[in-house]
């Protein structure tokens, strides 16, 4: 199996930037694509970003494209998601996934492995 642990979630007013990590192990994190999913309070976990095996594939929300950049290091087990000029609307629980298949997907229920989260607030 594969264990996901995610960092870098905080507080930041908006207009700023935050990078998260998601650390993976399990020795199969090469083998997979990967993807960022977010969950704001009383509202569905959504599809955020998704990245191929070898990082030259990637699919972004159309409310985070052209903010957000999702990137993987291979040699290092981990996955990472740039955002910039954040907005209150990204406030959010951010969650790492893997498919254990090289394709990105945009589909929660094609992801077997999940992270347990990080948190990112953005103040207005």
């Known amino acids: 199996q594969v264990q996901l642990v995610e960092s870098g979630g905080g507080l930041v007013q908006a207009g700023g930037s935050l990078r998260l990590s998601c650390a993976a192990s399990?020795?199969?994190?090469?083998?997979?694509?990967m993807g960022w999913f977010r969950q704001a309070p009383g509202k569905e976990r959504e599809f955020v970003a998704t990245i191929s095996r070898s990082g030259a594939g990637t699919l972004y929300a159309d409310s985070v494209k052209g903010r957000f950049t999702i990137s993987r290091d291979n040699s290092k087990n981990t996955l990472y998601l740039q955002m910039n000029s954040l907005k209150p609307e990204d406030t959010a629980r951010y969650y790492c996934?893997?498919?254990?298949?090289?394709?990105?997907?945009?589909?929660?229920?094609?992801?077997?492995?999940w992270g347990q989260g990080t948190q990112v607030t953005v103040s207005s």
């Open positions: 399990g020795r199969t994190f090469s083998g997979s694509a």
């Open positions: 996934a893997a498919r254990s298949s090289i394709s990105a997907a945009i589909e929660q229920a094609l992801y077997n492995y």
